[in-house]
């Protein structure tokens, strides 16, 4: 039973089939990456209040509009947290990595050389409309998205042969050739769609009214484009379950629209939504002050965190002719002054991010070790000589404002690439055109970051031009990949997972999460066996690390910068359990109290 002990799934039985030599694995939780915290039994999750009271309304503020309530459709711009209407097969808590419990799926088998795995539906689980959540579901789910989503599903899930209903309350899934992680991962997460409800609707087409769920909160109120209201299902299916206790406490919860940020802030000191966290220095420094923080209305916290960084950044779209060229991508990041930003725009709070694994031991750090000098000989050639030979890191200036030296090293690089500078503009040396390019931005927030950047490429002859559009027209044009640099983040990762496939490799190039339009052969090779070496930890670390170092010397993006902190306003009615989940702030874990919440103005009772 050594494989068994490798997936390390608890409550698990192995038994040997009469018509198959593979293992039958069945349990009640699916882990991806590491050990199960939680045995079967387990009545709620540690960072939880099991007692937490069901009252209350909280709004949250949300910037630009919407147009739709199909978060899976390609067109449009989807409600705010509409596709959470939806429960999935199973749920993963934020205080573990990668362990998934029952939902609507109640226990799991699959053969240990993963080329099937069946699910039994919980008989409890029921869509809002009250018609029951069946194995017919999730197999209309599957051939939905296959047909209808958007084209990385398609890719992604194409070593997947069948999903079909065995009966009502037993879904399987056949493979094409094994793999454990696309198993996996459509068992653990996919959301499950009523079928009554989409078969005559185009999942790819924006929708003009709620659909049907089956989650704890459903869609009780809206005004198009300004505000969506989720109301508590009363009669919620799974609200005792294991996985539900003890969160989503709020009786009702609205996203209300603005135009801005800025605005946004100002709406919120008064009094027209309960909660805001800040990510942006100049506001937490400077803005959380006036009458309403005085009476002792609002409060404000800082609290500290350990979870992975996002990577943000200002990201080069290298489809782009201008950016193909790694050289004049690196050329560019020198235009990026951090230390005078940190200590003139920042207060000094942030620190430069530098890794896509930031604070975790996947970041690549020092020189890279045997094993990743093994991993990589292979591909020498195809690889920036550094990556052997030096560690990467971000430039770093005196915070003065002056960056006579990073221009310099700028100009060599760009000379390098066949630009010159001619009259103060950077030209090419071989068509004369200028060295100009657009930054695709949605919020002046961002285009007070960007100004700075800006300057330093206009005193490198480079005219880095910034185009503001809405929300809606932004969207579009990043999955239209119409755009040469936008300012954007990739999802912090505690792990090397499979899910980086869609981000890096070239087969998902058509993918809006792919936001660099990186078709690297050596990238494809190593997040291909990141997402085959999932049960290898020792390998994981060896590729996590190696991914990170190849990116990094691509030069890619430009980094920005990070806080390993929560900074928090809320109106003072919230009360939290005293564990914190490590990997999220657990806001679904909160709760009103009527104590608090009775001292308040009453329109924030």
């Known amino acids: 039973m050594g494989k068994l002990q490798r997936i390390v799934l608890g409550c698990s039985l192995a038994f040997t089939t009469s018509l198959s030599f593979a293992d039958v694995i069945e349990s009640t939780v699916l882990v991806g990456f590491g050990e199960a915290k939680y045995q079967e039994g387990f009545t709620h999750f540690d960072y939880v209040n099991p007692n937490a009271p069901k009252y209350g309304s909280v709004t949250f503020g ?46 799991v088998r699959y053969s240990d050389d993963y080329t099937w795995l069946e699910l039994d539906i919980n008989p409890k689980a029921r869509f809002h409309d009250g018609k029951p959540i069946t194995a017919h579901d999730v197999a209309f789910t599957f051939d939905k998205f296959m047909k209808e989503g958007v084209p990385q599903y398609r890719v992604y899930y194409q070593d997947i042969k069948s999903v079909a209903a065995k009966d009502d309350l037993t879904v399987r899934i056949e493979m094409v050739k094994p793999n454990r992680e696309k198993l996996f991962l459509f068992a653990q997460s996919t959301r499950v769609l009523p079928k009554h409800f989409w078969q005559d609707k185009n999942l790819s087409e924006p929708l003009s009214t709620p659909p049907v769920g089956s989650a704890a909160y459903k869609v009780s109120d809206y005004k198009s484009g300004q505000s969506v209201t989720y109301s508590l299902v009363e009669d919620y299916w799974a609200k005792d379950l294991p996985v539900n206790v003890g969160r989503k406490n709020f009786k009702s919860v609205t996203y209300d629209y603005y135009r801005d940020d800025t605005v946004m802030l100002e709406a919120f000191k008064a009094g027209e939504f309960d909660f805001r966290l800040e990510n942006v220095a100049k506001f937490w420094a400077n803005s959380y002050t006036g009458v309403n923080f005085d009476k002792g209305y609002i409060v404000t916290e800082e609290i500290e965190h350990e979870k992975p960084a996002t990577a943000q950044a200002f990201v080069f779209n290298t489809q782009r002719d201008m950016f193909k060229d790694p050289k004049v991508r690196e050329a560019l990041n020198y235009a990026m002054d951090f230390e005078w930003m940190n200590k003139n725009m920042f207060y000094g709070q942030y620190t430069r991010t530098r890794s896509y694994f930031q604070n975790t031991e996947y970041e690549a750090k020092g020189l890279p070790s045997e094993d990743e000098i093994k991993l990589l000989t292979p591909y020498k050639e195809q690889l920036p000589p550094r990556v052997f030979s030096s560690e990467y890191k971000p430039n770093v200036t005196d915070g003065s404002g002056r960056i006579r030296s990073q221009m310099r090293t700028a100009f060599k690089l760009l000379k390098e690439a066949g630009w010159e500078l001619k009259d103060k503009v950077m030209i090419n040396k071989q068509t004369g055109a200028p060295m100009a390019f657009e930054l695709l931005i949605y919020s002046p927030t961002t285009e007070r970051i960007a100004i700075p950047v800006q300057k330093n490429l206009k005193r490198m002859g480079i005219d880095m031009k910034i185009r503001t559009v809405d929300t809606t027209q932004y969207i579009k044009r990043l999955r239209d990949r119409d755009f040469d640099m936008v300012s954007s983040s990739y999802s912090a990762n505690p792990y090397p997972g499979p899910n980086l496939m869609i981000v890096w490799n070239s087969n998902y190039i058509d993918s809006s999460y792919n936001t660099a ?10 997040t291909q066996k990141i997402s085959t070496s999932q049960q290898d930890p020792e390998a994981l670390l060896t590729l996590g690390k190696a991914l990170d170092r190849v990116l990094q010397w691509n030069y890619y993006i430009i980094p920005q910068w990070h806080l390993s902190k929560y900074r928090v306003a809320m109106w003072d009615k919230f009360e939290r359990p005293s564990i914190m989940p490590k990997y999220d702030l657990g806001q679904d874990t909160w709760w009103i109290s009527k104590e608090k919440s009775a001292k308040l103005p009453e329109k924030r009772q």
């Open 62 to 107: 949300q910037v630009g509009t919407f147009d739709s309530f199909n978060r899976f459709g390609s067109r449009g711009v989807s409600a705010a947290a509409i596709g959470e209407i939806y429960d999935s097969l199973m749920f993963s808590p934020s205080d573990e990595i990668d362990a998934y419990y029952p939902l609507i799926a109640e226990r």
């Open 517 to 526: 339009g990186v078709m690297d052969p050596v990238v494809d090779e190593l």
